[in-house]
């Protein structure tokens, strides 16, 4: 059996094994066992996890909370609502919709690592969804629709998927002539970095048209290891572009010098920082919600003047009409008929010309 689906059969998915790895509290302990929810990791990512500390940042996306409990601001039948599930338009369960010419295109409903935070907990976490995955039907309704030339591949994990399946998705969206391109969404290079293996490598460097994009969710520097260093370069090496989706959760990433150091680490193994995503209304996960303007004001604060642009992620919410970008606004202090007055990150400013139409 290949390592990475023995960290997967060696899931940390029950109290016996997580006590074997961490000093588990009471609170931890009384969620487990009363909570009714999917919940687990790899060894290997648990292997990153504070033994004696509860706020932990790897810990909290891991372990259930009791706070799951508490819903005063998520909505009911997120996914539904989220993901546009409840228009006329008749798709296949696997296909979500909110643009024109893209689609999300789920092809399982299993990850490595359930993140307590997900916004299709319902769906993947909770599992009170049930969404049937035909991979076919899903493959038929993108073939019939050329407005379609951008593909997400998503899940769950689609990586968690064999090397087969894989293969067999890639070559039928590469047979459509109307994709352009096609994107996995995957936490793997991040809890699973072992999955990115020879013949995965094979399979994703087998066609140099309709590239491939991958982006992952790295929500703290902690999570970037060697090992994902190395996954990441063995993606780059085979042609697949790697990009990062983060979440912004309270108490893990919301301070700046975290903010700061995860989007320069990111760079440093050759992710590309992509977008930051608000933490969605999806039920039970209030308690990693921070007001919507937080974002932005670490981009401002942290980031934007602070470090590389390269570094510079776009924040938004993502909503069922698409996605918000929510970016620092202080750039353009004042305007006249002759000129504006700009503002860098400092506060110093600057006036530069207005150029009429
Ligand atoms: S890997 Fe993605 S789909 Fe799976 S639980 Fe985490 S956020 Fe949700």
């Known amino acids: 059996?290949?390592?990475?689906?023995?960290?997967?059969?060696?899931?940390?998915?029950?109290?016996?094994?997580?006590?074997?790895?961490?000093?588990?509290?009471?609170?931890?302990?009384?969620?487990i066992r009363t909570l009714n929810t999917k919940w687990g990791t790899t060894p290997y990512f648990a292997s990153l996890m504070d033994p004696d500390d509860p706020e932990c940042p790897i810990r909290r996306q891991v372990i259930p909370s009791l706070k799951?409990?508490?819903?005063?601001?998520?909505?009911?039948?997120?996914?539904?609502?989220?993901?546009?599930?409840?228009?006329?338009?008749?798709?296949?369960?696997?296909?979500?919709?909110?643009?024109?010419?893209?689609?999300?295109?789920?092809?399982?409903?299993?990850?490595?690592?359930?993140?307590?935070?997900?916004?299709?907990?319902?769906?993947?976490?909770?599992?009170?969804?049930?969404?049937?995955?035909?991979?076919d039907e899903g493959l038929a309704w993108i073939k019939e629709?050329?407005?379609?030339?951008?593909?997400?591949?998503?899940?769950?994990?689609?990586?968690?998927?064999?090397?087969?399946k894989i293969e067999y998705l890639i070559r039928k969206l590469r047979e459509i002539p109307h994709i352009q391109m096609f994107?996995?969404?995957?936490?793997?290079?991040?809890?699973?970095?072992?999955?990115?293996?020879?013949?995965?490598?094979?399979?994703?460097?087998?066609?140099?048209?309709?590239?491939?994009?991958?982006?992952t969710q790295c929500n703290h520097p902690k999570e970037i290891t060697e090992k994902t260093a190395k996954a990441v370069f063995d993606l780059l090496s085979c042609g697949v572009n790697v990009g990062n989706q983060a979440v912004l959760l309270k108490g893990i990433n919301?301070?700046?010098?975290?903010?700061?150091?995860?989007?320069?680490?990111?760079?440093?193994?050759?992710?590309?920082?992509?977008?930051?995503?608000?933490?969605?209304?999806?039920?039970?996960i209030d308690h990693f919600r921070t007001p919507v303007e937080k974002g932005a004001e670490l981009i401002r604060d942290a980031i934007r003047g602070h470090t590389t642009g390269l570094a510079q992620p776009m924040y938004v919410v993502a909503t069922k009409i698409g996605k918000i970008p929510l970016m620092p606004d202080y750039y353009i202090q004042g305007k006249t008929e002759n000129e504006y007055t700009l503002r860098n990150y400092k506060g110093q400013t600057i006036k530069w010309p207005n150029i009429p139409e």
């Open 68 to 135: 799951e409990k508490e819903n005063r601001y998520g909505i009911p039948n997120y996914l539904i609502w989220k993901e546009n599930r409840d228009t006329d338009e008749v798709r296949p369960d696997s296909i979500a919709r909110q643009y024109h010419d893209r689609i999300a295109f789920t092809v399982t409903d299993l990850c490595a690592n359930y993140c307590r935070h997900c916004f299709r907990k319902e769906l993947v976490v909770d599992r009170n969804l049930q969404l049937r995955f035909d991979v």
């Open 145 to 164: 629709h050329e407005e379609i030339r951008d593909v997400l591949i998503t899940g769950g994990d689609p990586f968690i998927l064999s090397d087969d």
């Open 254 to 284: 919301d301070n700046k010098e975290t903010f700061r150091e995860l989007h320069q680490k990111l760079l440093s193994v050759r992710i590309r920082p992509y977008y930051v995503f608000y933490c969605e209304p999806a039920p039970g």
């Open 183 to 215: 994107r996995f969404g995957s936490r793997t290079p991040v809890v699973l970095p072992h999955r990115i293996t020879d013949g995965l490598k094979k399979v994703l460097s087998g066609y140099h048209q309709v590239p491939i994009w991958l982006n």
């Open 1 to 31: 059996m290949e390592e990475w689906a023995e960290q997967l059969q060696n899931s940390v998915n029950t109290l016996e094994r997580l006590k074997s790895v961490i000093n588990v509290t009471e609170e931890e302990e009384i969620a």
